[in-house]
């Protein structure tokens, strides 16, 4: 589809949101008319009032002019003196797709490049041309693989995409606006009903009565019928609009593949899902592992991590580049299918450019160290970057086990506390366990019904790993709170503790520090509980001065 139909089917959708308004507002008219011509007293007026607040979003929908700007979000503006290389080969990319290069550029803190325009006269005219590139993502690309990206993007461009994007933007914000302020009426009507009820319910108890029940499910269905007719309207936009979006995916993507090369747009489709994944799992198990201890990575490494961990696991990843998400991530996802995107671009011709610029799409940048400490400041908030820093990842990862195991709170943990009406500690629980109470205890566990109904060993078997973790997780707090816990940082696999005593281990024949715990852990929770070899484990309590 031409630029020109695309133009027309967006104006055409858009009209059709004020078509449907305007048909709503003759109904609500004409009720008026009906109502006043053939009923009488205070129904009619009534009838009326109802009407009016039910045009009030359609009429505010229809009048909203102005479509709202996109937000830039946290990022850093780079000009060309500052990023040489870079604007160099965003307009080098910019001349071979013929079309006009940004006139900003905004590093970003996502996995994600993007364009954006600021059209006049709803897109007939050309605006001012952002782009937006995600550091994280110039981390795992080649530059050939950035190259393909920047291509894919300037294809919206040529395609006059960013200009049409003003038609399609306008009328989905303006439905989501009608939808919502019905939705938000109709909830202020159930919360004012069901506030009346319950005024009344209370006076009824206060006389000694029995209270009613409370149901405000009726209230505001006026509102929720007419958002219902916006949310059928807006579902045919949405997937009127997508399919047009998704051809243009497939269109930049030719686009890319003519600019950059076939296998360097293959490639590069098949690995911004797996960037995306990692750099999800990043943010989650390394970036962020400090914030419980309010501590942040070294300075530069929030984001600058981010490519040891790719480098580790380079080869577990591997095997995720042919693992393609053959659904789109949603109904309304404006991308198609990677696997179908990566499928037509594997089934044009071969041309010769598989070896092209092979080098890390992150050396384009000027100082990329420099670039990442700033993009921390840009990005995360004040109350975090007033957070203490690390020398060093380990540093960081004991400061986070250590702040989670103190303030851990386990089903053991909850229920000593609700026994004893005190804080739940270590000790206690093995005072517990000496008295013979431990089973009683494993009774008030959140287990399972099946758990629940089983008796004498059956039921031992049932709650025993339960206890085992709780009872784990406060031994280690225990060694933590004495500063004798260290932990293995890994960029490959998960942390290991060590424990007290790892370094001097036994040899083969002996029982190390782990094997030791294991058994005492054991011997603890065993049917007839002993907490000698436990307690034999534990430091010493700190004697007072």
Avoid: C
């Avoid at 009824?204 to 409370?214: D, E, T, Y």
């Amino acid at each position: 589809m031409g630029a020109t139909l695309r133009a027309l089917r967006a104006l055409v959708l858009l009209l059709g949101f004020y078509l449907l308004s305007l048909l709503l507002l003759a109904a609500l008219v004409g009720v008026d008319i009906a109502a006043f011509r053939w009923g009488h007293g205070p129904a009619v007026a009534k009838l009326g009032f109802v009407t009016v607040l039910l045009a009030v979003p359609v009429v505010r929908g229809m009048f909203m002019l102005r479509t709202p700007r996109d937000e830039d979000g946290p990022g850093i503006d780079v000009t060309e003196a500052d990023e040489p290389r870079l604007w160099a080969l965003v307009r080098e990319v910019a001349a071979a797709a013929g079309t006009r290069a940004p006139d900003r550029i905004r590093l970003t803190g996502e996995v994600n490049a993007a364009v954006s325009e600021d059209p006049r006269l709803l897109g007939l005219l050309p605006g001012p041309r952002r782009l937006y590139l995600g550091v994280p993502l110039l981390t795992g690309l080649t530059q050939a693989q950035l190259r393909a990206v920047l291509a894919h993007e300037y294809g919206h461009f040529t395609g006059g995409d960013t200009r049409l994007s003003a038609l399609v933007v306008r009328g989905r914000v303006q439905l989501g606006r009608v939808i919502a302020q019905f939705h938000e009426r109709a909830d202020g009507k159930v919360a004012a009903e069901r506030a009346k009820q319950e005024r009344a319910s209370a006076k009824r108890v206060a006389r000694g009565k029995k209270a009613k029940k409370v149901d405000a499910s009726g209230s505001g269905v006026s509102y929720r019928m007419m958002a219902a007719i916006y949310d059928q309207y807006a579902k045919l936009y949405l997937r009127a609009s997508l399919s047009t979006a998704r051809a243009q995916e497939f269109a930049a993507d030719q686009v890319a593949a003519r600019i950059a090369g076939r296998d360097a747009m293959a490639a590069t489709l098949r690995e911004i899902p797996v960037l995306s994944a990692s750099h999800d799992f990043y943010l989650d198990s390394y970036a962020t592992l400090g914030l419980g201890a309010r501590m942040l990575p070294p300075r530069g490494e929030f984001f600058g991590g981010f490519g040891k961990l790719l480098t580790a696991r380079a080869q577990e990843l591997e095997g995720l580049r042919t693992e393609l998400p053959k659904e789109p991530a949603s109904p309304y996802d404006s991308h198609p299918p990677i696997a179908e995107r990566v499928r037509r671009i594997e089934a044009l011709p071969a041309d010769g450019r598989a070896d092209e610029a092979t080098g890390p799409a992150l050396a384009v940048l000027t100082d990329p160290a420099r670039t990442l400490a700033a993009l921390e400041d840009a990005v995360l908030t004040d109350e975090v970057l007033g957070y203490g820093r690390a020398t060093g990842w380990p540093e960081l990862l004991d400061a986070s086990m250590a702040s989670g195991l103190s303030s851990a709170q386990t089903p053991v943990h909850r229920v000593l506390a609700a026994r004893t009406g005190q804080p739940a500690t270590l000790a206690a629980l093995l005072e517990v366990v000496d008295a013979g109470g431990l089973w009683q205890l494993a009774e008030q566990l959140p287990l399972s019904a099946e758990a629940k109904a089983a008796r004498g060993r059956a039921f031992r078997e049932f709650a025993r790993p339960v206890l085992h973790r709780s009872l784990r997780t406060m031994v280690l707090a225990e060694f933590s709170a004495r500063s004798l816990l260290t932990w293995d940082f890994s960029w490959s696999g998960p942390a290991a503790v060590r424990l007290p005593g790892e370094a001097a281990a036994t040899g083969a024949g002996g029982q190390n520090p782990e094997e030791a715990l294991e058994a005492a852990l054991d011997a603890a929770l065993a049917d007839h509980p002993d907490t000698t070899a436990l307690r034999a484990l534990l430091p010493p309590a700190p004697q007072p001065v």
